[in-house]
Nanobody, 121 residues
Framework: QVQLVESGGGSVQSGGSLRLSCSAS?????MAWFRQAPGKGREGVAT???????TYVDSVKGRFTLSLDNAKNTLYLTLSSLKPEDTAIYYC??????????????????WGQGTQVTVSS
């Protein structure tokens, strides 16, 4: 069982930055960030494995950056050059199943409560 707690959301203007945090009770094989905009499905944003392989969805490449503090069991997602279309609830997710570090939400049994990111134009 992995418990996840997100923090760091907020409201910013277009072009601004935020850093989201996901504190885990233990570091699993794979951690990920998903987001869900109003009226849309949950979208994978970025993933990181325990051997530091990182993947980003095309829409955030060059703007969002993952970092992992192993000592604090905390995953960070730095959001830069934010756009209104980045507005969503951002969720941290985790799985201990080796080989399943993907953008499919149903692969992740552990989820945080979500944190709201709002970008105004």
């Amino acid at each position: 069982q992995v418990q996840l707690v997100e923090s760091g959301g907020g409201s910013v203007q277009s072009g601004g930055s935020l850093r989201l945090s996901c504190s885990a009770s233990a570091l699993p094989y794979c951690m990920a960030w998903f987001r869900q905009a109003p009226g849309k499905g949950r979208e994978g944003v970025a993933t990181i494995t325990d051997y530091d392989t990182r993947t980003y969805v095309d829409s955030v490449k060059g703007r969002f950056t993952l970092s992992l503090d192993n000592a604090k069991n905390t995953l960070y997602l730095t959001l830069s050059s934010l756009k209104p279309e980045d507005t969503a609830i951002y969720y941290c997710a985790a799985t201990s199943r080796v080989g399943t570090c993907e953008f499919s939400a149903d692969r992740y049994p552990y989820w945080g409560q979500g944190t709201q990111v709002t970008v105004s134009s």
